[in-house]
């Protein structure tokens, strides 16, 4: 991400901003549901802004998905302080017709000049100061964003192949060229396998920025597809016989000195203790990170066997099927292979909020780690085709198959609960608790088309 307020220096050959136009910034943040909220600002006026933020009511936390707000422990009363992040800052220029956009996200503190008990990203980075401060180790993390594309008279071509690629015109360049300019390395941009369906993978980042970038990649792919007159869902389910739309998140570790500690030659699968003790942690904690992994009742149609989102809370050495699975070139040579060796969590879609379940997979593994769990068992088949005494031999047991379900775990965790301010797990159940009931009695069409209006 570019850090200043200059135009990135590798941009000359594209025209830049108007400069007879005041230019705008939308000032972000992720709401609990996982909606970015904006508000503009003159981008001349952000230095100055840093210091002291932008006020905004607490209760502005309880929004809901469909415009209300939920009930909440604020009502008219308490205001957070919205602090742009600098360092966030995306500035991409005018691309040929697409105007390009300004974003900055923000952190909220409260009137003690504390994080906000609601800001998620403050919550990621205090996970991610525990992990460090416990261990040593940082965190990194990269997202394969799948989402499906539509417009009037739209005709998608067959998937995975180049007149699927191509008949999208110049939006695909656009849009790499969009991110690039955001800082945002993509690795692919391909038709995937649902009707209409693309997917974009960026490359990793350490610390918050992976969730920054979570955020901005969803949005910029949201805003260049409009621009070409497209509509960019990210629902999990846009019909209920659509392929589902994933958010899968490949994640690694490394030491002070920049080591990477997941893998280790001389053990099963190559995984380190380390790395077996993280993922351990995440798994016997998986289903209380499910309602933040899947956050929308919509989101339970894509979990489940035969889906490749994942059914149960299998872990596995390239196992497409298993919530966690082990990703090693076991072809490339050292110390590539090393460097790129990582667990890839595949139960996430992006109808959630990033910093929320990135927060629950660092506290879940700091908790294995600390105490020293054994690596799950790693399944090297289709969890499915395992007779039910064999799951039952390896622990291996369905993941919640709705998000009252996926509450409830929650409900039931201390641990886990205890990883989040009361206050921001009281207002996601309530918001959460409310849209279960906003979707009763509609049919699975009908459910999924609610969704795809919204994410
Ligand atoms: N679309 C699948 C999902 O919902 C993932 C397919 C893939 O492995 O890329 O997670
Ligand atoms: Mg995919």
């Given at each position: 991400m570019n850090n200043t307020l200059s135009q990135p220096a590798s941009t000359p050959t594209l025209s830049t901003h108007s400069e007879e136009r005041t230019e705008i910034v939308a000032l972000g943040w992720q709401d609990l549901c996982g909606i970015t909220r904006v508000r503009g600002l003159p981008l001349k006026d952000l230095e100055a802004k840093a210091a002291t933020g932008l006020g905004f009511p607490a209760c502005g936390q309880a929004l809901t998905v469909s415009g209300g707000i939920a009930p909440n422990r604020w009502g008219p009363i308490d205001d957070v302080r919205q602090i742009p992040a600098l360092d966030t800052l995306v500035r991409v220029p005018r691309i040929g017709d697409y105007p390009g956009l300004n974003v900055v996200l923000a952190d909220s503190i409260d009137g003690q000049g504390q994080?906000?008990?609601?800001c998620t990203r403050s919550l990621f980075k205090d996970a991610l100061r525990r992990l460090s401060d416990t261990t040593g180790l940082e965190f990194a993390a990269s997202f394969e964003h799948e989402f499906t594309l539509s417009k009037p008279g739209f005709q998608p071509e067959l998937c995975m192949t180049l007149d699927a690629l191509q008949a999208l015109g110049a939006l695909p360049s656009v849009l790499v060229t969009a991110l690039d300019r955001a800082g945002i390395v993509c690795e692919a941009f391909e038709p995937e396998f649902g009707s209409g369906q693309y997917e974009l993978s960026v490359g990793h980042d350490w610390g918050v920025a992976a969730a920054d970038k979570a955020v901005l990649t969803r949005e910029i792919i949201r805003d260049v597809s409009r621009h070409f007159g497209y509509r960019a869902s990210f629902c999990p389910k846009i019909a209920p016989s659509a392929a589902g739309n994933g958010a899968h998140i490949h994640f690694s570790l490394r030491d002070k000195n920049g080591n990477p500690v997941l893998f280790d030659p001389a053990r099963p699968n190559a995984l380190s203790a380390l790395g077996g003790s993280f993922a351990a942690g995440v798994i016997r904690h998986i289903n209380s990170i499910m309602c933040f992994a899947s956050s929308t009742p919509v989101g339970y149609m894509r979990i489940g066997p035969g889906k490749w989102s994942s059914g149960y809370n299998a872990f596995g050495l390239a196992n497409r099927e298993a919530v966690l699975r082990i990703c090693d070139l076991q072809m490339t040579p050292e110390p590539k292979r090393q460097r790129s060796y990582n667990l890839e969590f595949r139960a996430a879609d992006n109808a959630g909020n990033p910093y929320l379940v990135l927060a629950m997979i660092v506290r879940a593994g700091l908790q294995g780690i600390v105490e020293k769990l054994q690596s799950p068992p790693s399944i090297s088949?289709?969890?499915?085709?395992?007779d039910e005494a064999e799951r039952m031999r390896h622990g291996i047991k369905p993941l919640p198959s709705s998000l009252d379900e996926a509450l409830q775990h929650l409900d039931r965790d201390e641990v886990a609960r205890s990883w989040l301010p009361d206050a921001l797990y009281e207002t996601f159940v309530t918001l959460k608790r409310k849209e279960i009931s906003a979707t009763d009695g509609l049919t699975p069409e009908d459910l999924c088309a609610r969704y795809a209006r919204i994410f």
């Open positions: 994080a906000f008990a609601c088949v289709d969890p499915a085709k395992l």
